[in-house]
């Protein structure tokens, strides 16, 4: 049909009007003749390309649902922690809520009683042409002092390194002493400082793969790098298995605890490359999704907090000082920032299930409470300057930042119970 309809429109009359019609005609074919099309010839869509998404949002958010608050406690996003940008001075950071501050490297917040309520939250990040380059919505969620009052608690905690330092497990119970409860009873078989009441299941170097698969006879005893997971016992032939019943009856009197927060994820991807991250996280995930099942199958009531990982310190200082040249801070800070979104895609919506996301990377200041010393310049000066020396492992203050958010959602939890 179409060549025929060529064919006349070229012997018409004329050379001009025999070239005009031969033009105009090769231009309608070319708008109706579909440019992809299947084997079989039916047409099919053009394929959007991968970069759509991160057009969208260049710098990659990761803000919670929800932030939670405490009245009398600080609660903080800081910018660089919810963002994946080399330089985030390169853009401006512009929080849309009622309530709080914006500073220049952190939106802050520390409520009053009378502030009980949500919050619209909104971020936009705008870039030099002062456009809006991503935007994301959250919500505040102050939560008042009294939820949980004086309620007795069990608190298991499960991490690595971060945990073992017994700073933020610490610091936690301390502020439910503090702020009318819950009254927190930490249980667990390690406790490495020798401190009453300040027990867990932390230990440096670990990952998810260990607590849900290592396996020795000197579990839950002896110095802790030649321990085997606490969970693991062997059966009647002698073979290993994840047994929280049995765990519960010797740490907790045979209860279930009613908490449960885990706490991994720096061991898991710290020497992972863009290559390789993808496989590591799901490796991590699979594993948390198996000490996940072993405490619900014991207890589904159990609320269980899975802690995002914090970001690095803020400079690459302190990973020349941690690690030579094994790791840079802003790889080691991309691994950190997908494990977030992975988690957050993979157990976000499970709160009907009792799986909690604890917020932990938005309120960690990594630029003042990492470790830090002072040194000179170089080798030719006697001007100072302080460099941070610690990558992964905040200072005091940073751990306290991090039980700062862990009690805020455990009085969230207790809240959700009181409105039951």
């Known amino acids: 049909m179409n060549l025929n309809l060529f064919s006349y429109f070229t012997t018409f009359d004329g050379h001009n009007m025999k070239t005009r019609f031969t033009f105009s005609l090769l231009l309608t074919l070319m708008l109706f003749i579909p440019l992809h099309q299947t084997s079989a010839g039916e047409d099919k869509p053009q394929t959007e390309p991968d970069l759509k998404t991160e057009a969208k949002d260049p710098l990659r958010l990761v803000l919670p649902p929800t932030i939670y608050a405490v009245p009398g406690i600080e609660t903080s996003v800081y910018f660089d922690n919810v963002s994946l940008s080399i330089n985030p001075a390169n ?33 936009n990040v705008i870039d030099q042409n002062n456009e809006i380059i991503a935007s994301q919505d959250s919500r505040l969620r102050v939560v008042p002092t009294a939820a949980g009052k004086d309620k007795p608690v069990s608190i298991l905690m499960i991490g690595d390194s971060l945990t073992h330092n017994s700073i933020y497990p610490r610091h936690v119970r301390q502020l439910s002493q503090n702020f009318q409860g819950p009254k927190l009873k930490l249980i667990g078989s390690h406790n490495p400082n020798k401190e009453d009441g300040v027990q867990h299941e932390g230990y440096g170097g670990w990952t998810a793969v260990r607590f849900a698969t290592h396996f020795n006879d000197n579990a839950r005893q002896g110095h802790y790098r030649e321990r085997g997971s606490p969970f693991l016992y062997a059966d009647e032939d002698g073979k ?23 706490f991994l994820g720096p061991n898991d991807v710290y020497s992972a490359t863009d290559e390789t991250i993808g496989e590591r996280t799901d490796t991590m995930m699979n594993h948390l999704e198996i000490l996940v099942k072993m405490i619900h199958d014991f207890s589904p009531k159990t609320r269980i907090g899975l802690m995002l990982p914090v970001p690095p310190a803020a400079t690459q200082d302190a990973f ?85 958010s862990l009690f805020c959602w455990i009085k969230e939890i207790m809240n959700q119970d009181k409105a039951k």
């Open 320 to 404: 020349g000082t941690t690690n030579g040249r094994g790791q840079t801070r802003w790889q080691y800070k991309r691994n950190q920032h997908y494990v977030v979104e992975q988690m957050s895609k993979k157990f976000g919506d499970q709160t009907d299930q009792q799986i909690f996301m604890v917020p932990t990377h938005i309120n960690l200041d990594c630029a003042h409470n990492y470790p830090a010393v002072k040194v000179p310049w170089n080798a030719q000066t006697t001007e100072d300057t302080l460099r941070q020396n610690n990558a992964v492992h905040p200072a005091a203050s940073g751990y306290q930042q991090i039980g700062d």
């Open 240 to 262: 290993p298995k994840l047994d929280f019943p049995r765990y519960c009856k010797e740490f907790n009197d045979g209860k279930a605890p009613d908490l449960v927060t885990i």
């Open 91 to 123: 853009y401006v950071f512009d929080v849309h809520c009622n309530r709080g501050h914006l500073q220049q490297e952190r939106w802050t917040y520390t409520p009053d009683e009378k502030e009980i309520g949500d919050y619209k939250f909104t971020l």
